[in-house]
Structures are given as C-alpha cells and as structure tokens.
C-alpha cells in the first residue's frame, strides 16, 4: 500500500513539474519575440541541441559569426546559416538576457529534478514491473501511462467488484440522463483528474494505430459523437481493458476492426429478431 502511494506522489509531483518545464519554455519565447528574435522561423525546437546552444551563446552576449553559428546548429539547419543570422539581429538588452537567464536556470533545475523523480519512479515500480509490462501492450499506452495507472488504482482489482465500478470510480463512465424513455445529452462526472487525464492521451494515440479495435471504436463513434466525447469514449474502454488484464494477468489480446463490425451484425440481427417478432417482415434494400 505504501509503494503505490509513494509511486503516486512520485508521478503526480512529475506532470507538475513538467508543467512548469512548459512554462519556463513559453517566456523564454515570449522574451525572444519581446527583443525581435525570430529563431524559431529555422528552429522548430529551440530548446533541442542546436537551439540550446544559440540560446546559452545569446544569455552570454557573445557576437554571433557566421562561422560560430556553424558550428553551433546541426543537420539541415546548416543550409539555412543566412537566413539564421538575420533572424538572431534582433534588438536584444540587457533586460532581456537577466529574464531569459532566469528562466534558463530554472528550466535546467527543472529538468534535472525530473530525472531525479524518474529514477525514483523506476525504483517503485520494481515490485509492479510485469503489470507495466502488461499494460504496454494495450495499443496507445506507454510504460510512463502504465505507471499512472497503476499509481492511481493499484494493481489489486479485487477492491472493485467489476470494471463499471472501476470507471464509475475514475469518472470516465459515461453520463445517464433520461427522462421519459429519451436519452439527453450528459457528461461524465468528477473523479480522478490525473487518471482522467492520462486515459485520454493514451486514447488519441490510440485512434491513429492501423488494425486496432481501439481505432475502430474511435472512428466509429467520431462521427456521431465529435472527437472529444469519442475520446472520452475510448479512454473509457481501454480502462475496462485495463482492468481485466490486471485481473487476469493476461497481456492484451488484439480483436482488430473485424470485432466492431462483428458487433454492429449481432446488433442489427437483434433488432431485425426484435422486429419480426412483432410481426413485421424485414426486406433487404438491393
């Protein structure tokens, strides 16, 4: 019980740092634009190899050269030493090297105290590395999204009495509103957020995997629902896969799309039986 609380502080302490990385990252660019630097019209990342080294040679206030600049960037960036020169000749002060160093120091502590915690992370996981091993092989989940689902709900599923209780509990389940045999529009209600969160981004990499049941169920739902509540749908059922392969210590065993259309053949017999049997005669359309 202990280690997955501590593995829990471990990786919720994790998200709020890379939180901040992300914070730290967007002033530098808003300082950048703030002194005219237009950098990341050639550098996609600027906080890659290449970038870093521009920006620790601008915090210095080194004068950058054509020569020193090619020697700083790395790959097709080289090609582009030109262009890269007239967007670093910017009016950048003194101001303007205090405030990016100051975000530049604490991003690289940030960044440090991430791998720090990871390392940890690892260390608690040692005791649930097969149920990690077992979770990755759900398509869309990580071994770092295994390790946050095993943080929040544990490893034991005997505390919940079937996987509805477990996605009640999460408030992943789906919404019940009817009223006089109609069903309206609902949302799902408050729970976990940080167990929320990571089912969803497990779900959008999930809906882009070829040959998958999860992807299926996506594009089967996306058109009549929009994407966020087919998301949500979906986090809803990799969470209940979840849940039975922690029960049964079982790895994830793919259907493909073969099983939602499997699935939309019983449903459409089942009201075509339900049909006939109140006397009704189904004619297929040619």
């Given at each position: 019980l202990h280690d997955i609380r501590d593995l829990r502080d471990l990786t919720r302490y994790r998200k709020k740092l890379v939180q901040e990385v992300t914070q730290e990252k967007n002033r530098i660019h808003k300082i950048l634009q703030d002194a005219n630097i237009k950098i990341t019209t050639y550098v996609s990342d600027i906080f890659?190899?290449?970038?870093?080294?521009?920006?620790?040679?601008?915090?210095?206030?080194?004068?950058?050269?054509a020569?020193?600049?090619?020697?700083?960037?790395?790959?097709?960036?080289?090609?582009?030493?030109?262009?890269?020169?007239?967007?670093?000749n910017g009016n950048v002060r003194p101001h303007h090297r205090d405030m990016i160093r100051y975000s530049w120091n604490h991003l690289l502590y940030l960044e440090e105290t991430i791998e720090r915690v990871e390392r940890q992370i690892d260390e608690c996981l040692k005791p649930f590395r097969n149920e990690v091993e077992l979770l990755d092989t759900i398509p869309g989940v990580n071994q770092r999204a295994a390790s946050i689902m095993i943080a929040e709900f544990g490893t034991d599923m005997s505390v919940f009495p079937n996987d509805s209780h477990l996605s009640s509990w999460s408030g992943i389940s789906p919404g019940n509103n009817e009223s006089a045999g109609k069903k309206k529009g609902s949302k799902t209600k408050r729970g976990n957020k940080a167990l929320k969160g990571v089912l969803c981004e497990c779900a959008w990499a999930a809906s882009v995997t070829r040959n998958t049941r999860l992807s299926a169920t996506y594009w089967r739902l996306v058109k009549r629902l929009g994407k966020n509540k087919a998301i949500v749908a979906v986090a809803h059922l990799i969470l209940r896969i979840a849940y039975q392969i922690l029960q049964t210590k079982t790895p994830y065993q793919e259907l493909g799309t073969q099983f939602i259309e499997n699935q939309e053949k019983k449903k459409e017999q089942r009201l075509i039986k339900a049909l006939e049997s109140k006397g009704y005669q189904i004619v297929k359309a040619s």
């Open positions: 890659g190899v290449s970038g870093r080294c521009i920006l620790e040679t601008l915090i210095q206030g080194e004068t950058l050269t020569s020193k600049l090619r020697n700083m960037v790395f790959g097709p960036i080289k090609s582009k030493i030109s262009d890269l020169m007239e967007a670093l």
